[in-house]
């Protein structure tokens, strides 16, 4: 059957972009790589997280701003769909300082961005010292000095919304194709072809959601290969009774009762691995804010590589040299997945992402190339 759409990357964001555009009566294929293969929607701690988005770029704090508002219905929508729940909550989340200092500069940044245009008016935040925080995050340990506190943060399951995108996706007719990694997208003069071990598969368009992937695949179609990968490092907690705290960057409890404990920014290439010592450090920070879990058993840990931009905004394309081919690279893909899959699917079926999304082009990293 002929296709509208071919999205290349069936992580998180494609899936989204595949939803949304599927949920538009449009037909769509979906290439995937192996299980195996650097998958950042699978090693994310599963924040929906707006408060600290868009320093340097106001633009990129709206869309999260907006993505977080659109997450309710979103996450309803899904599990009505597919029966997945995705352990979604929204009861606000705290972004720990652990100094005077941090307390200050945090504060200041987040003055400057929410003033910045009429739309981030609507953020509401606050900075609370650490007796006021141990309202949302009981047993708070001395070592933290304060926090930021924002309603619009919560979180989720990733696995399960990534199991709930893909059962969705089923149900709407996604030709979802996995183990199917592309060596190479070509321009014909009817769309476009991707070439595959397993054969080629063509559409009329063509939409580039390949996490690091894109250095590859995105600059012989004009498109902005500027990512890179930043190293994670996740320890995971024995299951605990829950403890009613808030999440945040640095520690959360999820809905099965562990803590996920990570917010580690590592410049370590393509190794996924884990290291002793940022374990260990991981672990003395968890106990100085949770001094409670100086008990918890560590029942496992991960590595994994977040898509970065050379700014840390996402970048929404559509080429110019070869029009009908879109470039979507984002590290957000948890907190935005409402986004992507409603305007961000709708700019593309459109082909209005260029007029509505200029700013997030390539072409602010001097490619000239994009659009």
């Known amino acids: 059957m002929p296709r509208d759409f071919l999205i290349i990357g069936g992580g998180v964001v494609g899936m989204a972009v595949a939803y949304g555009l599927a949920r538009r009566g449009r037909r769509v294929t979906v290439l995937d790589e192996h299980d195996g293969s650097l998958r950042a929607s699978r090693g994310n701690a599963g924040l929906v997280w707006v408060q600290g988005k868009g320093l340097g770029m106001p633009r990129y704090a709206e869309l999260s701003l907006q993505s977080s508002e659109a997450w309710p219905a979103f996450a309803e929508e899904l599990t009505a769909r597919t029966g997945v729940e995705l352990e979604y909550e929204r009861r606000g989340g705290v972004d720990l300082c652990f100094d005077a200092a941090e307390a200050e500069a945090r504060q200041e940044e987040y003055c400057a961005l929410y003033a910045t245009t009429p739309a981030l008016a609507a953020m509401r935040w606050a900075y609370l010292d650490r007796e006021a925080l141990r309202e949302h995050l009981p047993g708070l ?115 099965s009762g562990g803590y996920l404990i990570g917010d580690v920014l590592e410049n370590a290439g393509f190794d996924t691995g884990v290291t002793l010592e940022t374990l260990h450090q991981l672990g003395r920070r968890a106990v100085a804010v949770y001094p409670d879990l100086a008990k918890a058993r560590l029942v496992r840990s991960w590595g994994a590589l977040r898509v970065m931009t050379p700014d840390g905004s996402p970048v929404y394309e559509a080429s110019r040299t070869c029009p009908g081919a879109y470039n979507l690279s984002c590290h957000s893909g948890i907190t935005l997945a409402a986004f992507h899959a409603e305007e961000l699917a709708e700019a593309i079926d459109s082909d209005c992402l260029a007029s509505l999304y200029g700013d997030f082009s390539g072409a602010r990293f001097d490619v000239q190339a994009t659009g």
């Open 141 to 255: 340990g001395e070592a933290v000095h304060g926090g930021t506190f924002s309603p619009w943060d919560g979180q989720c399951n990733p696995l399960y919304l990534l199991r709930a995108l893909y059962a969705a996706c089923h149900s709407l007719g996604v030709d979802y194709r996995p183990a199917s990694p592309v060596d190479g997208v070509e321009a014909t003069a009817s769309g476009f072809t991707a070439h595959t071990p397993k054969g080629d598969v063509a559409a009329p368009r063509v939409i580039l959601a390949a996490g690091l992937g894109a250095r590859r695949l995105a600059p012989p179609l004009g498109l902005c290969g500027e990512v890179h990968p930043l190293r994670g490092q996740i320890l995971v907690t024995e299951r605990l009774p829950q403890s009613g705290r808030l999440p945040s960057p640095q520690i959360r409890q999820t809905a």
